[in-house]
């Protein structure tokens, strides 16, 4: 049982340049979120999605875009990279109802 | 919008001694409060929850009181071990919303 898969684990942006962080859960779960760390942060919420076809903002959703056309993918995509988006994100996946949230292992990206 | 702090960035203790993490939140709205555990270089990993109408839940070494009236969250660890050393958020939910995290309290054992 793979859980949360996050690809890839690390990545190097140019500034402006533009990549899909992917994430794929095999538990059958409906909700997926993406949040970003950063140091001394916590876990900060991009966008989430409570099923297929429904996605929302959270707190911090500008210069990121996301879809959720499968109940297993929720990719996100970066639109013109920028320094401050040098992060590390995680994407996680939960029942609908559900507290227990299961985390990928992270990407940790840094733009140039 | 509304969000979970912790009171303390960092505590230290003694390996057997019980820990206390606390956490303030302002949503009383929520439904759900939980407390994950991130080890370094790992996701956040669930411990445990507590719904809002209840104060207390135990769980294997830990424990989950809420005070709904200064809106208040702990964590307690009895027995703390070197393995609990990590950053531990409470984190707070609503049916249909994703989860919000404060920003942590890193926890360190020192044997």
């Known amino acids: 049982n793979a859980g949360v898969t996050q690809t890839p684990k690390f990545q190097v942006l140019k500034t402006g340049q533009s990549m899909t962080l992917q994430c794929a859960q095999d538990m059958n779960h409906e909700y997926m979120s993406w949040y970003r760390q950063d140091p001394g942060m916590g876990l900060r919420l991009i966008h989430y999605?409570?099923?297929?076809?429904?996605?929302d903002q959270g707190e911090v959703p500008n210069g990121y875009n996301v879809s959720r056309s499968t109940t297993e993918d929720f990719p996100l995509r970066l639109l013109s990279a920028a320094p401050s988006q040098t992060s590390v994100y995680f994407c996680?996946?939960?029942?609908?109802?559900?507290?227990?949230?299961?985390f990928g292992q992270g990407t940790r990206l840094t733009v140039v | 919008g509304e969000s979970v702090g912790l009171h303390l960035p960092t505590l230290s203790v003694q390996e057997g001694d019980n820990s206390i993490i606390n956490c303030a939140y302002s949503?009383?709205?929520?439904?759900?409060f939980i407390w994950y555990k991130q080890e370094s270089g790992k996701g956040p990993q669930f411990i445990i929850d507590?719904?809002?109408?209840?104060d207390k839940r135990q769980g294997q070494r830990v424990t989950v009181l809420l005070n709904k009236t200064v809106k208040h969250l702990s964590l307690q660890i009895a027995a703390t071990q070197p393995g609990d050393s990590a950053v531990y958020f409470c984190?707070?939910?609503?049916?249909?919303?994703?989860?919000?995290f404060g920003k942590g309290t890193t926890l360190s054992v020192s044997s």
């Open positions: 996680a996946s939960r029942n609908r109802g559900g507290t227990e949230a299961f």
């Open positions: 949503n009383s709205a929520s439904d759900y």
């Open positions: 999605s409570v099923g297929a076809g429904i996605t």
């Open positions: 507590i719904r809002s109408n209840m």
């Open positions: 984190v707070e939910t609503q049916a249909g919303t994703a989860l919000i």
